[in-house]
């Protein structure tokens, strides 16, 4: 428990004030008279309170009043002394360090800070949230290791910038260990699925210390790539089957900053390149020591509230199968097709950076490290703001202005060298990672037997554009001997899915997942069978 206390003199309002419960980052009940008051006054001097937890990310909430009687002797005699004393237990797990701080003046101040949900969590949201965020971390990692150390596997083999391309285009076909995993925790619950497949990530991943050739650090990479969509698919969807309607996003854009900061630890071990023709390989094994972490969350993690509610003995509908697939399956021939148009272009254009700083613009391990991170990490303040603006003022304005602004300097850095690169890098990343306010609509816009299975297939056609984009990407560097005529032919991706965004999407902010899919059982027991919002 942390204890914080704060010592007031107020007048009598200011007393009125701290004696109503609080309804901020925490909302408090009534209060509960300690002990009673001295006189009658209506001021309530000499009196004790105390205001226990009803709603807030807190284990535990304790705050007590204790005001003391006037000094009637004093000028300022309408004035009170309360000593505000709170105890709290904050459910952020692991993460309670790095929110030490920031709690505390939280608490102290009674306004809502600025980097609260916008919806209050309760405390099992909050600790599923951390938990997974965990989680996310390491999926970072993983996701990103074949994108850092092509370029120096493919040194050690000597194979060309069209072999990487391919060997990262065959990475993609893991997308089908990606649809057995999701496919299972449709049917077997989210929880167990998703540590087994980071577990089985983790060992896979360490297997590509040992490669012969460029051929097996592919292959044990396919497997690993599957397995890390499958834990990426799953970690959406349980967010958004636990988090409130109006911080789906918000959660969203967190789970994406921790997956941004696993992917940034590949980059700092990223040096050890430098030091040996075999450096890159220690990046694969650093995830090992992960392995007791992840069991410890496995047992810690619940089961998703709306997969228990709606296991096919419990779910009700109010519509006809065939028109809940018909809808469904118009959602998805969209949302896959935007994953496409969009992956067309931002995947090569983050596995062949490290290439192109290298081989086209001499960088070394270290200077592509500095490079990444300089560039990379103001995105973090693009993803969180995406995350908010997309619960508070929508998802589709928030979304094409990442696809189109993003594309437009990410694509004039591929043209550019010194300090054009850096600051259209720096820019191109800050709007680019706005699309994270994409990344929620997976998980809305499906029902839960089929949520985890539908992302699945989204993700199976984005991951189809981004093996496209690789190969035409690959070949046409080769051929022309640069990369920025290559982007500029995929860019025409991402503008066609800016156009599907703002014209078909339909606006899904602070809408149930229990509105947007009739039929399915709220977690609290009602059945909604009210219609969907914009048609689809």
């Known amino acids: 428990m942390t204890t914080v206390q704060v010592v007031h003199e107020v007048d009598g309002r200011g007393l009125s004030q701290l004696r109503a419960p609080r309804d901020d980052l925490v909302r408090e009940l009534a209060p509960e008279p300690v002990s009673e008051p001295t006189d009658r006054s209506g001021s309530a001097p000499g009196e004790t309170l105390r205001f226990d937890l009803a709603h807030g990310p807190f284990h535990a909430w304790v705050r007590t009043l204790s005001v003391d009687p006037p000094d009637t002797g004093r000028p300022d005699a309408g004035h009170h002394r309360v000593v505000e004393t709170i105890e709290y237990q904050a459910a952020v797990g692991v993460w309670r360090p790095l929110f030490a701080l920031p709690l505390r003046r939280a608490v102290r101040s009674r306004k809502l800070p600025w980097w609260a949900p916008p919806d209050r969590l309760d405390a099992r949201a909050s600790r599923v949230l951390c938990l997974l965020a965990c989680i996310q971390v390491i999926d970072g990692y993983l996701g990103t290791v074949i994108t850092q150390t092509i370029t120096f596997a ?10 990487q391309g391919v060997t990262l285009a065959v990475v993609r076909l893991g997308i089908v260990v990606a649809l057995g995993v999701v496919a299972l925790a449709d049917s077997h619950g989210r929880r167990r699925l998703l540590t087994a497949a980071a577990i089985l990530a983790v060992a896979t991943t360490a297997l590509g210390a040992l490669s012969p050739g460029l051929w097996f650090l592919g292959g044990t990479q396919m497997v690993a790539r599957g397995l890390t969509i499958g834990m ?5 969807v349980f967010a958004a089957e636990e988090l409130p309607r109006g911080s789906r996003a918000y959660g969203v854009s967190v789970l994406a900053l921790c997956a941004a900061l696993g992917a940034g630890m590949a980059v700092w071990v990223l040096p050890v390149a430098d030091l040996d023709p075999r450096g890159w390989r220690v990046i694969y094994l650093v995830p090992l020591l992960a392995v007791p972490g992840l069991v410890g969350i496995g047992r810690r993690l619940p089961e998703s509230r709306r997969f228990t509610a709606n296991l096919p003995d419990a779910t009700a509908t109010g519509r006809s199968q065939g028109a809940l697939r018909r809808i469904e399956g118009r959602r998805l021939l969209l949302l896959a097709t935007a994953a496409f148009l969009l992956l067309v272009f931002a995947a090569p254009a983050s596995q062949f950076q490290n290439d192109f700083l290298r081989d086209h613009r001499g960088y070394s391990a270290t200077g592509i490290t500095l490079f990444t991170l300089m560039t990379s990490t103001p995105a973090g303040i693009g993803i969180f703001m995406a995350g908010r603006l997309a619960d508070t003022r929508g998802r589709r304005g928030v979304a094409a202005v990442g696809l189109l602004g993003g594309t ?7 043209h550019s060298a010194g300090a054009a690169m850096w600051a259209a890098s720096v820019t191109g990343t800050v709007l680019g990672s706005l699309t994270v306010a994409l990344g929620v609509y997976g998980p809305e816009l ?10 699945g297939l989204i993700v199976t056609l984005g991951v189809a554009g981004s093996a496209t984009g690789l190969l035409v990407v690959g070949m046409l560097a080769d051929r022309f001997g640069s990369y920025g005529p290559a982007f500029t032919v995929v860019a025409v991706g991402p503008v066609l899915a800016a156009v599907l965004v703002l014209r078909w999407f339909p606006e899904t902010a602070r809408v149930e997942l229990e509105v947007l899919n009739p039929g399915d059982v709220d977690p609290d027991g009602a059945s909604s069978d009210s219609a969907a919002p914009d048609g689809i």
């Open 154 to 163: 493919s040194d050690e083999f000597q194979r060309s910038a069209t072999a």
């Open 232 to 236: 990426g698919i799953l970690i959406g």
């Open 408 to 414: 437009a300097f990410i694509l004039v850095a591929y």
């Open 446 to 455: 499906f029902s839960t037997r089929h949520r985890a299975r539908a992302n």
